[in-house]
Each structure stands twice: as C-alpha cells, then as structure tokens.
C-alpha cells in the first residue's frame, strides 16, 4: 500500500487496514506500505495498519516500510524528510522466504529522518534467505522498539 504524499500539496492517508490470512508467492514485494520523500511532495499519514498471518515465498521484500520512496538517496531523503507521519503499524506472525535477490535482508523498515515513525512492532517473524543464516532485519529512524533484533542499514552484509 502506498506512494502516499506523492503530490505537492495533496494530503493522502491510509488508516484501520487489517490485512490477515494473506499466501504472497514470487513477488517483488511482500507486506509492503511506501511513503515519498524529497522537494515537492504530499503530506498526510499511514496510521492502524496490521498485516497478520501473512505467507510470502520467494519474494524481493517480504516486509517493507519505506519512508523515503522514489528513487531518492538517503542524503535527499534527510535535508527532504517524508512529510507523512507513520504510526501504529503492526507486522504479526509472517512467514515463509525471501528470493535472496537483497542478501539477507528479509525486513527493511528505512523511514525518513525527521518525520514521525512510531508505533513500528514486528512480532512472530520467521522468514528465511536462500542467501544465508542469520537474516536480516533492517530498521533505521523509527522511533522506539520494534520488538525484534534490528540493524541500520550501513551493517548490512552483502
């Protein structure tokens, strides 16, 4: 779900999603919600989102909460943050694989550098790499614990 604050000036939102029981096979991406950042973009929030119980089998991104979306560096991405708060988003019990196309890395949770992301909580993750042991979680700017074991992005193992 996503591309959220993509126009200048227009408030987008998404709020009280419940996404359960849900089989993702071969994809791109998993449980994804995405939020533009840079000059020139939209404002709003991404507020009581829960994907739950939730099957995902070789796919790029199985779990993915972007706050910096579009093509824009993490240096464009601080001196622009994402004008969209995200808060109270729950990621429950997903499982399956990851393609290995990102390493390890089976979560990436990058939000942006001075807008509100809270309320982040990953619980009964078991997801897997064809890349390796142990995958990977990355979460970077989210304010508070998340639940699990995370790390910045700059530690990523290739």
């Known amino acids: 779900m996503g ?5 200048p000036g227009v408030k987008d939102y998404i709020s009280n999603a419940w996404i359960e029981n849900v089989t993702l096979l071969n994809g791109e991406n998993g449980a994804r ?3 533009w950042a840079g000059p020139n973009v939209g404002y709003g929030y991404i507020d009581n989102i829960t994907y739950k119980d939730i099957h995902i089998e070789n796919t790029d991104a199985p779990v993915v909460l972007d706050q910096c979306y579009f093509n824009i560096n993490e240096t464009a991405c601080a001196a622009y943050p994402s004008k969209v708060n995200i808060t109270n988003v729950n990621f429950i019990n997903i499982s399956g694989s990851s393609s290995g196309k990102n390493g390890r890395v089976v979560a990436d949770l990058t939000c942006s550098p001075g807008a509100t992301c809270s309320g982040i ?3 009964g993750i078991d997801l897997t790499s064809p890349a390796g042991d142990p995958p990977q979680i990355v979460c970077d700017n989210i304010q508070g614990d998340i639940g ?3 790390i910045p992005g700059s530690q990523v193992d290739d």
């Open 3 to 7: 591309s959220i604050g993509q126009y």
């Open 121 to 123: 909580h990953l619980e």
């Open 148 to 150: 699990v074991a995370c």
């Open 33 to 35: 919600l995405k939020a």
